[in-house]
């Protein structure tokens, strides 16, 4: 007989039941799959979790996984190698060279790499927050299907997140990337920098500063605000504390305009009487702001006294984007003329400080805006990302100048991807 509605004194309807057994209205199953279990072990200890139990943290979701020797490799600020992070039960050992390992090639193309080991599949999965690299997170397992893959990606998703929101609390990361001793302008101008790479789906932004442990007056800064993509450029005269000083009042007078919502030419008289007033007349700062619409494609920019950029279009430099310029911020130049063009999109705009050019390799020419071209071409047939190129082209101009760079050198690439 069919059960009697208590409520009714009718007979209860009876249950259709699915294929799984389960009745139709009743409470879904609630229970915790191993996915949701690892990934909420993740979660639920992120809030409260000290930055030296990273590494602990994920030996254990590995272990859980039926996974062996983890690392989690945080790129050095010179872009050479990758380091171990230092945690209990993580693995150790010496750092992967990013251009010559199954590491680096996992951080150089943003991609999962799998390598078969005697003792099972090595898996390495990029560490990605917002487009930028922060490093590589490597396990072993027995075997590998497309479960284990969606679901360590999603792991190492969360543990990106985990090392840059702990960052700001912790000099254990810090400590772990830099490779040599680094002088007080390095510290101030790394701690004033975004995150060197930033990839969305309209636009991508990499960025590298030369020489990473001692660099001086070079910076960049860039802000996606909506649809509009900010980007700023600037060199301060001289090196060492004075011109990072400068640089930090240039870089922070650039964000507090862009903030007011005013237009390029406004920026730059802003920018331009903070750094007259700080610094007197004789000091200086070579500029370049742009504006990118990334619906549209189209981008304008000022020059205030800086190397014109470069397009690469179709993955060749097709043109120097020469325009009207103005005074360095700080002599108090005219109100700057804008310049404008459409992008297709692919293409690629790179800005550079004069420290990229004006290098001389052991006493002779000087190293001149041709071979950077040249450089470009090369790098760009090999069709990588504009991370990877953008990072190549700095370590390849570096080498062609004899390995020298006696000024800043600094490199920020854009790109519209449409």
């Known amino acids: ?14 249950r259709s039941v699915t294929a799984e057994g389960e009745g139709i209205g009743r409470r879904p199953n609630r229970s915790e799959s191993l996915g949701e279990a690892l990934l909420g072990k993740i979660l639920d200890s992120a809030h409260e979790l000290p930055p030296h139990l990273i590494g602990p943290l994920v030996a254990d979701v590995v272990d859980r996984l039926g996974g062996r020797r983890p690392q989690v490799l ?24 990013i251009d010559d390992s199954d590491a680096g090639r996992c951080f150089l ?77 390095a510290e ?43 980007v700023a450029m600037i060199d301060a005269m001289g090196h060492g504390l004075d011109a990072a000083t400068m640089a930090t009042v240039a870089i922070g007078a650039y964000r507090h305009a862009r903030r007011a919502g005013i237009g390029l030419s406004e920026i730059y008289a802003f920018m331009d009487r903070a750094v007259a007033r700080q610094f007197g007349p004789e000091h200086f ?11 549209t494609g189209r981008v304008q920019w000022v020059n205030a006294g800086h190397p ?19 005074l360095p911020v700080g002599l108090g130049g005219p109100e700057p003329r804008i310049s404008g063009l459409g992008l297709v999109p692919g293409d ?26 040249d450089c ?11 991370r990877a190129v953008t990072r190549s082209l700095s370590h390849t101009l570096k080498q062609a100048r004899g390995g020298q760079t006696s000024d800043d050198a600094t490199l920020l690439m854009v790109e519209w991807r449409g």
């Open 1 to 14: 007989m069919a059960p009697t509605d208590p409520l009714s004194s009718r007979p209860a309807p009876a």
């Open 74 to 97: 945080l790129q050095d600020y010179g872009q050479l190698v990758l380091v171990p992070l230092p945690g209990e039960g993580l693995t150790g050992g010496e750092p992967h060279v």
């Open 109 to 185: 193309d943003a991609v999962p790499v799998e390598e078969p080991h005697e003792d099972g599949v090595r898996v390495h999965l990029p560490l990605l927050d917002g487009g930028d690299q922060v490093g590589v997170m490597a396990v072993t397992l027995d075997s590998v299907d497309d479960d284990d893959r969606r679901l360590l990606l999603r792991i190492s998703g969360l543990v990106a997140d985990l090392l840059v929101t702990k960052h700001g609390y912790s000099d254990l990361f810090f400590d772990v990337r830099r490779g040599e001793a680094m002088s007080v302008a």
């Open 188 to 230: 101030i101008q790394w701690s004033l920098l975004p995150p060197l790479a930033m990839i969305m789906p309209r636009v991508a932004v990499a960025g590298i500063l030369e020489p990473a442990y001692d660099v001086g007056g070079d910076s960049f800064d860039y802000a996606l605000n909506h649809d509009v993509l900010h």
């Open 285 to 295: 700062v070579t500029a370049q702001m742009m504006q990118l619409d990334t619906t």
């Open 308 to 326: 014109p950029p470069i397009l690469v279009r179709d993955h060749r430099v097709a043109q120097r984007l020469v325009g009207p310029t103005t």
């Open 348 to 373: 690629r705009v790179l800005c550079f400080t004069d420290g990229v050019v004006e290098e001389h390799k052991s006493g002779g020419e000087e190293f001149g805006e041709d071979q950077l071209i």
């Open 376 to 386: 470009v071409n090369q790098l760009e047939r090999t069709g990588r990302g504009i």
